[in-house]
Each structure stands twice: as C-alpha cells, then as structure tokens.
C-alpha cells in the first residue's frame, strides 16, 4: 500500500457522548467535503445523516466503554476527537492523533503532561476541592477547531 493510500484509508471517530452538538455537525460538513468515514461513538443512540461515510455506533452503558471501542478500531493515523484526555492518550500510543473539541490537538509531546494535570485536578476533587468546571464554549474556539479539523484533514489529501 503506498503512503498516498494509506492517507486515503484514515478516518474520524468521536467520542461522542460528550460532544457538544456544534462541534458534531463542523465535523459532519467537513467528512462530507472531504469524503473521509467518520464514526461516532456513544453509549445512547445519536441521530446522523444519511450517508456511507457517516454512521453512528451504539455501544453498552457502562464507565469507558465507549472509549475501549473506538481504542479497539482506531488505526495509526485515524483522528480521535474526544475531551477525555485518557482516551487520548491510548489513541496516540496507537499512532493515531487526536484532538479535543477546542481545537486543542494532543501529542505525544503534551499528553503526559495533560495527565498528570487531569490527574492532579481529579485528587483536588476528590478531597472535596471545588475546582469548577470547563469554560462554556466560544466562537473562537469554534474556529478553532474547524481551523485544526482542516489541518488534519490537508494533512491527509
């Protein structure tokens, strides 16, 4: 297989239980334009478009099991979007990228640092720390995003 099909055989997954609606649908325009498979992954059924390169996958309720199934799917060069930096992390030692609905993408470079901060904020939690939560989302980081999508998906063509 030469390095041209094997960009062509690289697809998006979602873990989608967690993201935000807007983001679903920047993501079904830009898998459409481009013509690559994206896959959404929840434990609840989630409404998609009709089409070859879209479709939905429902898996069993239960703490990470959304996350094992697109870990179990996910090829070398694949992008992940998820927020849960976790899963992240086990999609990029399977040579996959990922990115997080911010525009935000991990690297092997940032991720154990991003752990260990998740990690961190967890203890804080669990000690009764209230620590607040994620920032509601902008435009900004709308464009974000699409900018970085964009990025991966010229990256792949």
């Excluded at 959404?40 to 998609?48: E, M, S, T």
């Excluded at 997080?100 to 669990?126: C, H, K, Q, V, W």
């Amino acid at each position: 297989m030469s390095p041209a099909d094997a960009a062509s055989d690289r697809c998006i997954w979602v873990d989608a239980d967690a993201c935000p609606g807007v983001m679903r649908d920047i993501l079904v325009r830009a898998a459409l334009r481009a013509a690559v498979p994206i896959t959404f992954v929840a434990n609840q059924w989630i409404r998609v478009p009709s089409s070859p390169l879209i479709r939905a996958l429902q898996v069993e309720h239960g703490p990470d099991v959304a996350d094992t199934a697109i870990v179990e799917r996910v090829q070398t060069g694949d992008l992940v979007v998820t927020q849960d930096i976790p899963l992240a992390a086990r999609v990029i030692e399977k040579g996959a990228d990922a990115l997080n609905p911010r525009g935000e993408r991990y690297t092997a470079g940032t991720i154990a640092e991003r752990l260990s901060m998740r990690n961190f904020m967890d203890e804080l939690r669990g000690a009764g720390v209230q620590t607040g939560g994620p920032p509601p989302l902008h435009a900004r980081d709308r464009q974000a995003f699409a900018n970085e999508l964009d990025r991966w998906l010229a990256q792949r063509a």
